[in-house]
T-cell receptor, first 109, second 111 residues
Framework: NAGVTQTPKFRILKIGQSMTLQCTQDMNHNYMYWYRQDPGMGLKLIYYSVGAGITDKGEVPNGYNVSRSTTEDFPLRLELAAPSQTSVYFC????????FGPGTRLLVL | GENVEQHPSTLSVQEGDSAVIKCTYSDSASNYFPWYKQELGKRPQLIIDIRSNVGEKKDQRIAVTLNKTAKHFSLHITETQPEDSAVYFCAASIYNNDMRFGAGTRLTVKP
């Protein structure tokens, strides 16, 4: 099992550009999550999903969108990127235990 | 929403000593309290967790205690080793939904 995979590993965006961060898990977990981690800080929940077709907002959802059309995939969409969205983004899956992906480092300039 | 505070922000101990990290939470409905270890540049990894119907849980050198009345929980690491050096995060949630993390504790174990 690959576990939780994320692409890309690193991306530079210009202000106002859009992008999709990909997340895939092969553990057949219903629960999936997106977090952001700013330097020297803890993780903040952006969105989560308890199953295909169901998503809900977390602590910091503004500026992001998600969809969950399959159990495996949970993409995170950034519209109109802003410097405040510079962060490391982690995807996770699992209910009893959350398994994290390797992260995507995003820099918005 | 839930608010989790974590102390201290940095902790330095000698190898072999014990380390204690404390967290408080605000929502009395929270019932799941995991602890994560994150090494530099790596993903967070679960090291231990506890549910609200349990007061203490142990796994080798690591233990977590929970005081529901006071709304605080603590991580105890005994016989610390240099490889324990990392950032540790506590978190709280209701049935693993909308999990809120503390700001983290950077633990340094000096050989």
């Amino acid at each position: 099992n690959a576990g939780v995979t994320q692409t890309p590993k690193f991306r530079i965006l210009k202000i106002g550009q859009s992008m999709t961060l990909q997340c895939t898990q092969d553990m057949n977990h219903n629960y999936m999550y997106w977090y952001r981690q700013d330097p020297g800080m803890g993780l903040k929940l952006i969105y989560y999903s308890v199953g295909a077709g169901i998503t809900d907002k977390g602590e910091v959802p503004n500026g992001y969108n998600v969809s969950r059309s399959t159990t495996e995939d949970f993409p995170l969409r950034l519209e109109l990127a802003a410097p405040s969205q510079t962060s490391v983004y982690f995807c996770a899956s699992g209910q009893e235990t959350q398994y994290f992906g390797p992260g995507t480092r995003l820099l918005v300039l | 929403g839930e608010n989790v505070e974590q102390h201290p922000s940095t902790l330095s101990v000698q190898e072999g000593d014990s380390a204690v990290i404390k967290c408080t939470y605000s929502d009395s409905a929270s019932n799941y309290f995991p602890w994560y270890k994150q090494e530099l540049g790596k993903r967070p990894q679960l090291i231990i967790d506890i549910r609200s119907n349990v007061g203490e849980k142990k796994d080798q050198r690591i233990a977590v205690t929970l005081n529901k009345t006071a709304k605080h929980f603590s991580l105890h690491i005994t016989e610390t080793q240099p490889e324990d050096s990392a950032v540790y995060f506590c978190a709280a949630s209701i049935y693993n939904n909308d999990m809120r993390f503390g700001a983290g504790t950077r633990l340094t174990v000096k050989p």
